[in-house]
C-alpha cells in the first residue's frame, strides 16, 4: 500500500508546554486503555499513524514503532521523534507497546457495548481518526475486538495491526483541545481539595481539656467479638432475591441482659460486593455495632461478570437507582421480623437507631436513604450538555431519565445518621434534593478520584447540605477504589486492577476510625466520642502520602472564592453549571 506524504521537512515546534509526540504517545495510550469494540471489520491494517495539526502533517510506520518494541532498534523513521523524547519514556513506550491487557474479547466485546462506553468511543474517535479523517470510533471498536481476539492479545502494538485503515489519523489540534479541558479540570479539582484542606487547618484549634494522644486509636478493634449470619431475602413485590450478611457483636462481658445494639448498613458499589468493605463491617461489629451488609442484584460484581460474560446486556438497569434504597429498607423490614420471632436476633437489635455507610453507588444510596431527593429537573438540565462534560459519573446518572418521575423520596425515617464515601450526587440529586437531609451526614472524598469528580460530586454538593450535622472529609491522592478491600472476595470481578492509589491501607483506617466516631456519636449518642470528629483529630492522624483533611463548614461562598483566584472564575463557574 502505498505511503502517505509527509507535508513538512521538519518537525514542527508547537507553543505548549508538552511536544507534539508526547500528546500522541498519551492519546494512543488512551485508547489501549479504554478499549472498545464493533461490527467485524474489513480486512485492512493500518500501516502508518498519520499526526496532524492544521495543515502540517507527520507520520510514522507502524513498522517502525514494532521493530522499536520487539528488538529495541530504532530506524530513522523513529528517530525524527525520538530524539525530542528522552528515553527514560522511550523505554517507557516500548514496554507499553507490547503489555498484554488479560481481558476476553467477549468480556470487552459486552462491556463496551455499553450505552456508557459508546459515549467515550464517541469522545475518542474525535482525536482518533479513520483514513478519511472521519470519526475513528467504529474503527477503534473494530481494533480492540480484532486485537482481543488475536493470538498475542490485546496490546498496544496489536491494536494499531488490527486497525481497519491504511492508516490512522491523530487529530493534535484536538487532542490539545481536550488535553486543555481536562487540565482545566484536574486545576479546579486541586483548588477545591486546597481550599478544603486550608479550612480544615484553620478549623483544627486544640480542644479544651482533650489530649488526643491519650484517646483510644479508633483505627484499632474494638473489645467486641462477632459471629456472622447469612441471610437468604426475597422480596416478592419486586420478584428480587438477594443474600445480606448480619455482624452480630458478642460484648466482652457477661451481661445479664443484652442491650439491643444500634444496626450499620453498609452498601457496596458497582461492580462490588458485600465483601468489599468486610474491614469495616468487622470494625463496627467490634465497637459493638450490629451491621447489616446487602448484596445488590443488578449492580453487583455478579452482574459486571454477567455483562462480560454474555449474559447480561447492561451493566446497570436505570431501576438500580430506585432498587437499591428499597433492598435496605426490606432488609431492616426482615431484621425487624426476625428480631420478634427468631431468637438468633431476638433483643439484640435497635431498629430505631440506624446508620448507613456507601461508596460510590452506594454511597448514592446512602444519601437516598438519609433523605435526599431525586431532581429529574436537574438531571433533564445536566443531561443535555453531556457531550461538554468529562464527569464520567454522570454517565450513570443520566440513567435515571429512563425512569418514571413518579418516586423520588426514597428515604427511611429509621435512618438517623449517613456516610457517603465517592458518591455520585450533582445531577441525580442537584442542589434540591441533597437539601431534604434533614440528618447527620459525613461525605468522603478522595481528591485523585476520576469516576466520581471530587469538585463536581462531593465538595460541591457538600455546600448544598442545610443540615447543621455535617461533614466533609477529604483525603489527597486517595483514589476511587482506595477505601476498597484490595484483594481475596471483596476484590470484585474487575476485569482489569482496580487503581487503589497509594497506601489504601492507610485510607481504609482512616475510614475505620471516622465512622466508628460518627456512628457512636449520632447513632449510639456517645459524646465522648465528638473529639474525634474535628479537624484537629483528622490532624492528627493524617500520614503525608494520604493527607486527611475535615471541615464541618465549607460554604458555596469559599468554594467559589477558591476556584476563582487566578482568573479561573469563568471556567470553574461554566464547569461547575455542566
Known amino acids: 500500500m502505498a505511503e502517505f506524504a509527509v507535508k513538512s521537512t521538519k518537525p514542527r515546534q508547537i507553543k505548549h508546554p508538552t511536544s507534539k509526540l508526547l500528546h500522541w504517545m498519551g492519546i494512543v495510550t488512551g485508547v489501549w486503555l479504554l478499549p472498545a469494540i464493533a461490527p467485524t471489520p474489513p480486512a485492512f491494517a493500518a500501516e502508518r499513524i498519520q499526526i496532524t495539526f492544521e495543515i502540517f502533517e507527520r507520520s510514522i510506520s507502524v513498522n517502525s514503532l514494532e521493530l522499536y518494541a520487539r528488538q529495541g532498534r530504532i530506524n530513522d ?113 486541586n483548588r477545591a481539595i486546597a481550599a478544603v484542606t486550608s479550612a480544615s487547618g484553620t478549623e483544627a484549634q486544640p480542644q479544651s ?19 456472622k449470619e447469612t441471610l437468604r431475602l426475597n422480596d416478592i413485590s419486586r420478584n428480587r432475591a438477594f443474600d445480606a450478611d448480619v455482624y452480630l457483636p458478642i460484648s466482652p462481658i457477661l451481661q445479664p441482659r443484652q442491650t439491643p445494639a444500634p444496626v450499620i448498613v453498609i452498601s457496596h458499589g458497582v461492580g462490588s460486593d458485600r465483601n468489599s468493605f468486610l474491614y469495616l463491617a468487622k470494625q463496627l461489629a467490634s465497637y459493638g455495632f450490629v451491621v447489616a451488609v446487602p448484596e445488590h442484584p443488578g449492580s453487583n460484581a455478579e452482574q459486571l461478570q454477567n455483562l462480560l460474560a454474555g449474559r447480561a446486556v447492561q451493566a446497570i438497569k436505570p431501576d438500580e437507582f430506585i432498587n437499591r434504597p428499597l433492598d435496605v429498607k426490606f432488609l431492616l423490614d426482615e431484621l425487624e421480623r426476625r428480631s420478634q420471632s427468631d431468637l438468633t436476633f431476638q433483643g439484640k437489635i435497635d431498629l430505631q437507631q440506624v446508620g448507613v455507610i456507601g461508596q460510590s453507588f452506594g454511597g448514592y444510596t446512602a444519601l437516598a436513604l438519609a433523605g435526599a431527593t431525586l431532581d429529574f429537573g436537574q438531571l433533564q438540565k445536566n443531561c443535555q450538555n453531556l457531550d461538554r462534560s468529562w464527569n464520567l459519573s454522570l454517565l450513570l446518572q443520566c440513567e435515571v431519565l429512563k425512569l418514571s418521575p413518579v418516586q423520588t423520596n426514597l428515604r427511611d425515617e429509621r435512618i438517623k445518621a449517613a456516610i457517603a464515601i465517592n458518591p455520585l450526587s450533582s445531577s441525580v440529586f442537584g442542589p434540591a434534593g441533597m437539601s431534604q437531609i434533614k ?15 471530587p469538585l463536581e460530586e462531593q465538595i460541591q454538593p457538600f455546600t448544598w447540605l442545610t443540615t447543621p450535622d455535617k461533614y466533609l472529609v477529604t483525603i489527597a491522592n486517595a483514589t476511587h477504589f482506595s477505601t476498597l478491600e484490595e484483594s481475596g472476595p471483596g476484590g470484585g470481578v474487575w476485569p482489569v486492577p482496580l487503581p487503589f492509589g497509594p497506601e489504601p491501607a492507610t485510607a481504609r483506617r482512616y475510614i475505620s476510625a471516622m ?9 449510639s449518642d456517645r459524646s465522648d466520642y465528638r473529639p474525634y470528629l474535628s479537624a484537629e483529630y483528622a490532624r492528627f492522624i493524617s500520614r503525608e502520602a494520604l493527607q486527611l483533611s475535615l471541615v464541618q463548614s465549607f460554604s458555596d461562598a469559599q468554594l467559589t472564592a477558591a476556584l476563582q483566584r487566578e482568573g479561573t472564575g469563568r471556567e470553574a463557574g461554566e464547569q461547575r453549571r455542566r
Open 515 to 523: 465512622s466508628v466516631a460518627f456512628f457512636q456519636t449520632y447513632i
Open 209 to 227: 481539656g482533650v489530649s488526643l494522644s491519650q484517646l483510644p486509636d479508633l483505627r484499632r478493634p474494638g473489645t467486641f467479638t462477632w459471629r
Open 77 to 189: 523513521d523513529l528517530a525524527t521523534y525520538a530524539q525530542y523524547v528522552p528515553s527514560e519514556q522511550m523505554a517507557r513506550l516500548r514496554q507499553i507497546l507490547v503489555t498484554r491487557l488479560p481481558i476476553s474479547p467477549v468480556a470487552v466485546s459486552q462491556f463496551l457495548y455499553t450505552p456508557q462506553a459508546e459515549y467515550l468511543l464517541e469522545r475518542l474517535g474525535q482525536v482518533i481518526q479513520t483514513e478519511a479523517g472521519v470519526s475513528g470510533s467504529r474503527a477503534i471498536r473494530a481494533a480492540l475486538i480484532k486485537a482481543a481476539a488475536d493470538r498475542n492479545g490485546l496490546t498496544l502494538l496489536n491494536f494499531l495491526r488490527k486497525f481497519p485503515t491504511p492508516s490512522i489519523r491523530i487529530d493534535l489540534v484536538r487532542s490539545l483541545q481536550i488535553a486543555d479541558e481536562l487540565s482545566k479540570i484536574v486545576e479546579q479539582n
Open 439 to 453: 440528618i447527620p451526614v459525613a461525605i468522603v472524598s478522595g481528591s485523585a478520584d476520576t469516576v466520581t469528580p
